[in-house]
T-cell receptor, first 114, second 111 residues
């Protein structure tokens, strides 16, 4: 079965640079979520989209922005990168009409800021 | 503010024993509560969901309880093999698109 695809899997950037992460949800899933997980931390909710509209927002810095496109893939744009942005970034998708709330996670994109 | 707490210390058990993990939440009224498993460097994987009107739910070797009065969920894994070693995350859900995870409990099962 198709899973959530994230790219790139690994990314190394310098401070103050920009990075873009991509997420391709499971086909027919209508909701996409982004999470940030620092070393030894639990996943922190950043932002979610339902049917290409932002549906909820968490602790996402102003330097970050995200959107969901017409083909339902989503991108997380991070600008003016800081050392503290080094983390695993997970994308997850779900189908809202299925009343289980189960999220399907991708394998993550590991961002290292030097 | 909303808070979710899980056993902060790692839980070490011997193979074949039962592990019990705790999830406490405050300032929340979740419609349901989910449990996920996460292996190092991997994305969380959904295990089980229990609704606010359910007191207990079972799935194979897993059992979850949900006490909305105590604001607590207990997660039991019976007859654990070493392959159950992972971090277990709880997520009380208010039924919005903002699933918040607890701090996670690392379970280590020794042979």
């Amino acid at each position: 079965a198709a899973g959530v695809i994230q790219s790139p899997r690994h990314l190394i950037k310098e401070k103050r640079e920009t990075a873009t992460l991509k997420c391709y949800p499971i086909p027919r899933h209508d909701t996409v979520y982004w999470y940030q997980q620092g070393p030894g931390q639990d996943p922190q909710f950043l932002i979610s989209f339902y049917e290409k509209m932002q549906s909820d927002k968490g602790s996402i810095p102003d330097r970050f922005s995200a959107q969901q496109f017409s083909d339902y893939h989503s991108e997380l744009n991070m600008s003016s990168l800081e050392l503290g942005d080094s983390a695993l970034y997970f994308c997850a998708s779900s189908l809202r009409t299925v009343d289980t709330g189960e999220l399907f996670f991708g394998e993550g994109s590991r961002l290292t800021v030097l | 503010s909303q808070k979710i707490e899980q056993n902060s210390e790692a839980l070490n058990i011997q193979e074949g024993k039962t592990a019990t993990l705790t999830c406490n939440y405050t300032n929340y009224s979740p419609a349901y509560l989910q449990w996920y498993r996460q292996d190092p460097g991997r994305g969380p994987v959904f295990l089980l969901l229990i609704r606010e009107n359910e007191k207990e739910k079972r799935k194979e070797r897993l059992k979850v309880t949900f006490d909305t009065t105590l604001k607590q969920s207990l997660f039991h894994i019976t007859a654990s093999p070493p392959a159950d070693s992972a971090t277990y995350l709880c997520a009380p859900s208010p039924k919005t698109d903002k699933l918040i995870f607890g701090t996670g409990t690392r379970l280590q099962v020794f042979p």
